[in-house]
């Protein structure tokens, strides 16, 4: 489960910058999942769960936002009609190569987190 690694890397990557404006907890961590990044997002909650555990950051809410990707054709736009995790190479309407685009994302987008000296949140 690479998940485990990879929530180890987003909870590090967070407290360093919640340590750049001093001392404070985690709150919520919004994280962008790409269909073609091999992380399932379910795993990575339960992954985060496991890392924070036993920190002060135990109440912390990893909230993942699925980012699906997206097949086009050059003559007829968009494929609307693929099921999720299936691969077409030629468009079913026309046979022309289809490109991919997106489902790459692996990216923290926001950081909630309560600063110990005043109790508020940023």
Known sequence: MHE?????????????????????????VHLAVGELSAVEPD?????WEAV??????????LEVRWCPATQT???????????????????PTCSMPLAVTGGDELD????QYMTDEDGESS
Do not use: H, K
């Open 43 to 47: 795993l990575m909650g339960y992954a």
């Open 4 to 28: 485990m690694g990879i929530a180890l890397e987003v909870y590090r990557q967070c407290r360093e910058a919640v340590a750049e404006y001093g001392p404070g907890r985690l709150e919520t």
């Open 108 to 111: 923290i987008e926001s950081i």
């Open 73 to 91: 054709c050059q003559n007829c736009g968009v494929i609307e009609d693929r099921v999720d995790g299936s691969w077409l190479r030629l468009c």
């Open 52 to 61: 924070t555990i036993d920190t002060p950051d135990a109440a912390s809410r």
